[in-house]
């Protein structure tokens, strides 16, 4: 009698690997003109959808509603980074693999979703980006937002050190980090740049990928492109004095106080030789001895309670 040998796919020890759950996160705030395209073309890799209403005055939520997207609702606009901790708060209810988020302006192609977590899927990282600056990226930015991206760029160095696009909202990261990556404080699009530096810190390796990045949908930006550099370096500033005060405000402390006492000191030999009391200089030597002092305050007092902090997250 004949055997029948089973084909090289049915073989018992042929192991089929199984997909994935993802579940893709979209704040919004009145993109009635633009959610229907980023839902439909984001259902297409994601099993579920998460649609934050931020508090918008126009269909959006009724649009997202009858695509079977979820739907959570924020009474009044309340910024980004607070939609976003809406949405990851409930995806982690969802029990996913993986995460993705992505603007609902269009501006991000949920076409390359896959290209996102392809490396997650593979072991090769722990978040990836959804990069403007690594090589195959396409993204028109407009002049005045590559001038304001690149010094925002240069100035998180400080703090994040390894990503080139840390602006970038396109991403997708282990939905095991969810609880890691919704410990930021940012309210609006700081976010992003904050969610960066608690990924470093806890040590999740971060890849960039090329991603094409539209900026000629209607409106790119939902504030004013000053109201919004201005809030990303308050985020930075935040983020840089927490991890390193004794160096980002003890540093320029005691140059302060240096130049204060230096000032004295010359306003002192100056009446000594000439009887003459300069009013000008001891206002200026008064004023930096003044501002070190509270620089220096500052510095032992965020050192003081980053010491507190980490002892707190390794109990």
Known sequence: MQEHKPPPSLKPNTLVKPKPKIVACLPAYNEEKTIAKVIILTQKYADEVIVVDDGSTDMTAKIAEKLGAIVLK??????????LKTALSYAKKL?????????ADGQHDP????????????????????????????????????????????????????????????????????????????????????QLAMAQKHGLKII??????????????????????????????????????????????????????????????LFNETRYFSIPIAIISLGL???????????????????ILKKIETK
């Open 95 to 103: 029990g996913p693999d993986i995460v993705v988020i992505l603007d």
């Open 289 to 307: 001895i003044l501002l070190g002092t509270i620089l220096a305050t500052a510095a032992l007092t965020f050192h003081a309670l980053s010491i």
């Open 208 to 269: 960039e990928v090329p991603v094409t990045i539209r900026y000629d949908v209607e409106k790119p930006s939902k504030k004013n492109p000053i109201v919004h550099g201005l809030e990303l370096i308050a985020t930075l500033t935040r983020l840089v004095t927490l991890e390193r005060p004794l160096i980002y405000l003890g540093i320029p402390s005691a140059a302060m106080l240096v130049a204060g006492a230096t000032a004295i000191v010359y306003l002192i030999l």
């Open 74 to 83: 924020h009474v009044r606009n309340m910024g980004k980074g607070i939609a």
């Open 111 to 194: 076409d390359e979703i896959p290209k996102l977590i392809q490396p997650i899927i593979e072991g090769k990282a722990d978040l990836v980006i959804g990069s403007r600056y690594v090589k195959g990226a396409e993204a028109n930015i407009p002049t005045y937002r590559k001038i304001g991206l690149a010094i925002l760029n240069i100035l998180s160095k400080t703090s994040i050190k390894t990503v080139k696009d840390t602006q970038s909202g396109f991403r997708a990261f282990k939905a095991k980090y969810i609880d890691i990556l919704t410990k930021y404080e940012a309210k609006g699009y700081g976010v992003e740049m904050e």
